[in-house]
């Protein structure tokens, strides 16, 4: 939809002004912040966060979507077509947010179990959002249901009305953060960051981070962090149950620690209550998994923040039960 | 049961003819969820998983599944919601 309006100001970011939101994807000269834990014990770490969840639409994923929907745009493969994506949330709402300001259409396949508070979210940016079993296929019953659906949807119909942006076999989801995340992070510490801490998911971001610190520092150590099978952390993946994605690159992963969810949600809430972070789950699992290799270990280390906590308010809600409410 | 179900009440015919498994596992999910017991669902589909895939369906959910013929590249199966009466 395009709408004519009066010449506005020139974009300008030091001002934080912008004439598009679009312009406030970031890059090396507009990063996410960094943010140091100060009231964590992480041993001997200097430990930051890069708060992704001030990225325009919310997350990390803001990062990949923008790369994968511009590929296909200049391949001219968005032309008409629906765009199709299997997403726990986060890059189905950056696509939802960027398809709807270029006037596409897009359809989410979505594990079950996904927040409601995503699925609305998306459903007021316009996508349409199928809710999907992750043993949707009763015969060889993979893990990974919602990203068969969204395969069977781009290959149906001689692949004429959908395109796949496929994040985890997509190379500019690797792409968006050896050209963005990375560098932010190499400047933002000035070349001084020892550890590098990543959940594994789509693994566009230790692929992508990883690949770009160890080309500047091949000393720095890369820590992915991986939940346990029947997770509740969305957006992190067990390889336990789930396939592999195409994209993940294990060469540039030193080591894999694996986080339960009590943990990783008692984590989250004290970040928000000691930290002041409003974070998402799979923020708090790669703080606690942080403090269990933070042993015998010292220097700068940057964990990833993928989102912030307003979209799981409702998980929040039964980890409180009755915590915060009047005892009289 | 290879024969047509021709003496059914057929609710909703749910036409997944050029899909590929498992979209019509998929919708044929939806659609019955949504209806009552003792519905029937005639479903259409060209990809041959199908064969495999909606039996497994209907097992899975605890559905039956009535009839099945496959005629000219097509397979159409008669899902009725709920066990056999």
Redesign the interface.
């Known amino acids: 939809m395009t709408v004519h309006s009066p010449p506005g100001l020139a974009t300008d970011r030091d001002l934080r002004r912008y004439d598009d939101i679009r312009d406030l994807l970031p890059d090396v000269d507009n990063p996410t912040p960094l943010v140091r834990l100060s009231r964590s014990d992480v041993g001997r770490l200097d430990l930051y966060l890069k708060l992704e969840w001030l990225n325009p639409f919310g997350s990390i994923k803001d990062r990949a979507a923008a790369y994968m929907l511009d590929a296909l745009a200049d391949a001219g493969q968005l032309d008409g077509k629906e765009i199709v994506e299997a997403s726990s949330g986060n890059t189905a709402i950056a696509l939802a947010a960027l398809a709807a300001l270029s006037g596409s259409r897009l359809t989410v396949t979505i594990p079950d179990g996904v927040p409601e508070e995503k699925k609305v979210l998306l459903r007021m940016l316009g996508a349409e959002v199928w809710e999907t079993p992750d043993d949707l296929c009763p015969v060889d019953n993979p893990r990974d249901g919602a990203i068969a659906l969204a395969r069977s949807l781009a290959a149906s119909e001689g692949g004429s009305r959908y395109v796949m942006t496929n994040q985890y076999e997509s190379r500019h989801n690797v792409r968006a953060h050896y050209e963005t995340t990375g560098p932010e992070i190499w400047r933002q510490t000035d070349g001084q960051i020892r550890y590098f801490l990543a959940g594994f998911g789509t693994c566009g971001t230790i692929t992508g981070v990883g690949r770009y610190l160890k080309e500047r520092d091949p000393t720095i150590e890369v820590v992915a962090i991986e939940p346990q099978p029947g997770h509740r952390l969305p957006g992190l993946k067990s390889f336990a149950e789930a396939k592999e994605p195409g994209i993940l690159d294990r060469s540039v992963v030193d080591h894999v620690v694996r986080v339960d969810d009590e943990p990783a949600y008692a984590t989250t809430k004290r970040l928000f209550r000691e930290e002041g972070l409003i974070v998402g789950p799979s923020t708090g699992a790669i703080v606690h998994a942080a403090a269990r290799f933070a042993v015998d270990r010292s220097g700068i280390a940057v964990g990833v923040s993928p989102d912030g906590g307003h979209k799981y308010t409702s998980y929040f809600a039964e980890l409180l039960g009755d915590e915060g409410l009047p005892a009289f | 049961m290879t024969q047509p179900a021709t003496d059914v009440e057929i609710t909703e015919t749910l036409d997944c003819r050029?899909?590929?498994?498992?979209?019509p596992?998929?919708k044929a999910?939806v659609v019955l969820s949504r209806l009552a017991s003792g519905d029937v669902l005639k479903l259409i589909t060209t990809d041959p998983?199908a064969l495999?895939?909606i039996p497994?369906?209907a097992?899975?959910r605890g559905d039956t599944l009535i009839a099945t013929e496959q005629a000219d590249g097509t397979q159409t199966f008669w899902l009725q919601k709920g066990g056999a009466a």
């Open positions: 050029g899909l590929l498994c498992p979209l596992v998929y999910g998983g495999e895939d497994a369906l097992r899975q």
